[in-house]
């Protein structure tokens, strides 16, 4: 039995992992995009920074699906972690009734 404890204590922390995750890449993505729109409001603007506009948007995009990714990820092992520990649970009630 604590072996299964064990691998529901590493499903929380894989969850857990994976939601730090997914804040850093969504921080990364609005940073980007802020230091992007300071050099939109500066004089700089020529074809060399519609370029650099449309990569860094480009790569918001991804880093953002991204973190969506993780973020349903940790969500998907929060669930299998919370509906193993109750069939464990409802388990041992009806061991324990026999």
Same mark, same amino acid.
Not at 47 to 57: E, G, L
Not at 63 to 85: F, I, K, P, V, Y
């Given at each position: 039995?604590?072996?299964?404890?064990?691998?529901?204590?590493?499903?929380?922390?894989?969850?857990?992992?994976?939601?730090?995750?997914?804040?850093?890449? /969504?921080?990364? !993505?609005? *940073?980007?995009?802020?230091?992007?729109?300071?050099?939109? &409001?500066?004089?700089?603007? @020529?074809? +060399? $920074?519609?370029?650099?506009?449309?990569?860094?948007?480009?790569?918001?995009?991804? /880093?953002?699906? !991204?973190? *969506?990714?993780?973020?349903?990820?940790?969500?998907?092992? &929060?669930?299998?972690?919370? @509906?193993? +520990? $109750?069939?464990?649970?409802?388990?041992?009630?009806?061991?324990?009734?026999?």
């Amino acid at each position: 039995m604590p072996e299964i404890y064990q691998q529901f204590g590493g499903m929380d922390m894989s969850s857990q992992a994976l939601r730090g995750i997914s804040t850093d890449r /969504t921080m990364m !993505a609005e *940073d980007e995009l802020r230091a992007a729109q300071n050099l939109a &409001s500066s004089e700089w603007m @020529d074809s +060399a $920074s519609d370029q650099h506009f449309s990569v860094t948007h480009q790569e918001v995009n991804g /880093t953002l699906e !991204a973190a *969506d990714h993780s973020q349903r990820q940790s969500t998907a092992w &929060s669930q299998c972690s919370a @509906d193993g +520990a $109750s069939t464990l649970a409802t388990c041992r009630g009806i061991a324990a009734s026999l």
